[in-house]
C-alpha cells in the first residue's frame, strides 16, 4: 500500500466532520481505506488539518474522554454572515436579502435544502424584536417573483450546465453531440455539431442560462441558450486560457455584434420612462443628461447587437434615437418588415444576428 497524502488528508478531514474519532479509531477508518500510515503520522496530518482550517467557518475541536483518551471533531460554525451580525438592523437586511434572492433566483436553484436550512437558523438565532418587525412569513406570502420570460429549465439541461461549468474549472473542451430541432431550425449562428469547442464563460442574463464558447477549427465565438443543447460530450484535450477572446465591456448584451465599431449612441426619453432607465443599470458607458425641459438623455458606447436593438424597441414610441444613423436605419428596417408581417400576412423572420440583410 502506498501513501497518498492528498488523498489521505480529505479522508482525515470528511472522516472527522462525520462524527468525533481519537487517533486509534481514525488509524482504523484509514487503514481500511487503504492507507498505510502510522498513529504519530496520523496525529500529524491531524494538525496540519486543524492549522488550515478557515476559523470563521470550521474548527478542530478536542475532548477528553473515558480513561483520559483524546477525540477530535471537526465543527462547522454557523454562517459568517451570522457571526457578524451586532443589531436588529443587520439582521433585518440579512434576512431582507435572502428572501429577496430566494424568490428572483432561477427556479432550479430557489428551494436547495442548504437555502432552507439556513433560512431555519436565521429564524431561530434573530432577536425577538426583528421577527416581531419582519416575520419571515411575511416574503413568503406577500413577495411574488412573476418568472416573466423565465426559461423551463430540464433535468437535462441542468446536467449540462454542471457538465459545461465543470469543462470550464478544468480547462477542458467539449462537443455538442445533438441540437434541440426545433430551437436550432434555421438558425444559421452556431457551430457545428461535434466541432471541438472551448467553454469560456456561463452567463446569467435575465433568468436564463447562456454558454459562451469558442470553436477552434472556425476560431468563431457563439453564445447559445441551454434550450438550443441536447447533449454534450466532455473531451480529453485541454486548452490555454483565452486571454483574447474576453470581453472589453463594450457589447450590451450577451450575442456576439453585428458591427465591429463601438458607436456613441445616444436616445431621448421622456421623464416617464426616462427617470425608471435612469436608476437602473443597462451597461458600463451609460450617462444620463437632464434636459431642462424634463427629457432625460441617454448616451452609450457600444456595438450594435440584436439585444441592443431589442431593448430600444421595447420603449416603442417613449424613446427616440438621436444617433448614430446605423442604428435609426437598422430599427427602421425592422419596423418596415413589422408592419409588412402583420398587415399582409407576410412569414416572419428567423432570428440571426444578419439583421441588415
Known amino acids: 500500500m502506498k501513501e497518498n497524502n492528498n488523498n489521505l488528508t480529505f479522508k482525515i478531514y470528511y472522516t472527522l466532520k462525520k462524527k468525533p474519532h481519537s487517533i486509534e479509531s481514525l488509524l482504523k477508518e484509514c487503514t481500511l481505506a487503504g492507507f498505510n500510515i502510522s498513529a504519530r503520522s496520523l496525529y500529524r496530518h491531524v494538525l496540519k488539518i486543524e492549522n488550515s482550517l478557515d476559523f470563521n467557518i470550521e474548527v478542530l475541536e478536542t475532548e477528553i474522554v473515558n480513561y483520559n483518551k483524546k477525540v477530535f471533531f471537526i465543527r462547522t460554525i454557523e454562517s459568517a454572515d451570522l457571526i457578524a451580525i451586532k443589531n436588529n438592523s443587520q439582521w433585518i437586511l440579512l434576512i431582507t436579502q435572502l428572501f429577496l434572492n430566494a424568490k428572483t433566483s432561477h427556479q432550479t436553484y430557489n428551494e436547495s435544502k442548504e437555502l432552507n436550512d439556513f433560512t431555519k437558523k436565521i429564524k431561530l438565532k434573530s432577536p425577538l424584536k426583528v421577527k416581531e418587525i419582519i416575520p419571515i412569513e411575511t416574503f413568503e406570502n406577500h413577495l411574488f417573483n412573476s418568472r416573466f420570460g423565465q426559461s423551463n429549465f430540464t433535468d437535462n439541461q441542468e446536467q449540462i450546465l454542471l457538465d459545461l461549468m465543470w469543462c470550464i474549472n478544468k480547462k477542458v473542451c467539449f462537443k455538442i453531440t445533438e441540437f434541440e430541432q426545433l430551437t436550432t ?35 468563431k465565438t457563439y453564445t447559445l441558450e441551454f434550450d438550443k443543447m441536447k447533449k454534450i460530450s466532455i473531451q480529453k484535450e485541454h486548452y490555454q486560457s483565452q486571454k483574447l477572446l474576453e470581453s472589453d465591456g463594450q ?5 456576439p455584434p453585428i458591427s465591429k465599431t463601438v458607436y456613441r449612441v445616444k436616445l431621448l426619453f421622456p421623464p416617464t420612462p ?17 434636459k431642462k425641459d424634463g ?3 441617454m448616451k452609450l458606447d457600444v456595438r450594435v447587437c440584436i439585444e441592443l436593438l431589442g431593448w430600444i424597441m421595447q420603449w416603442m414610441d417613449n424613446v427616440q434615437v438621436v444617433s448614430p444613423v446605423f442604428v435609426k436605419k437598422i430599427i427602421a428596417e425592422r419596423l418596415a418588415n413589422m408592419k409588412q408581417i402583420n398587415n399582409k400576412n407576410k412569414l416572419p423572420i428567423n432570428n440571426s444576428n444578419s439583421l441588415t440583410s
Do not use: A, T
Open 185 to 219: 431550425k434555421e438558425y444559421s449562428i452556431q457551430p457545428k455539431l461535434n466541432e471541438l469547442l472551448i467553454p469560456l464563460k456561463v452567463i446569467y442574463h435575465r433568468v436564463d442560462f447562456i454558454l459562451k464558447c469558442y470553436s477552434i477549427k472556425s476560431k
Open 274 to 290: 426616462g427617470g425608471f432607465i435612469m436608476n437602473r443599470f443597462w451597461h458600463e458607458s451609460q450617462q444620463f443628461k437632464i
Open 295 to 297: 427629457y432625460i438623455l
Open 251 to 255: 457589447d450590451f448584451g450577451f450575442h
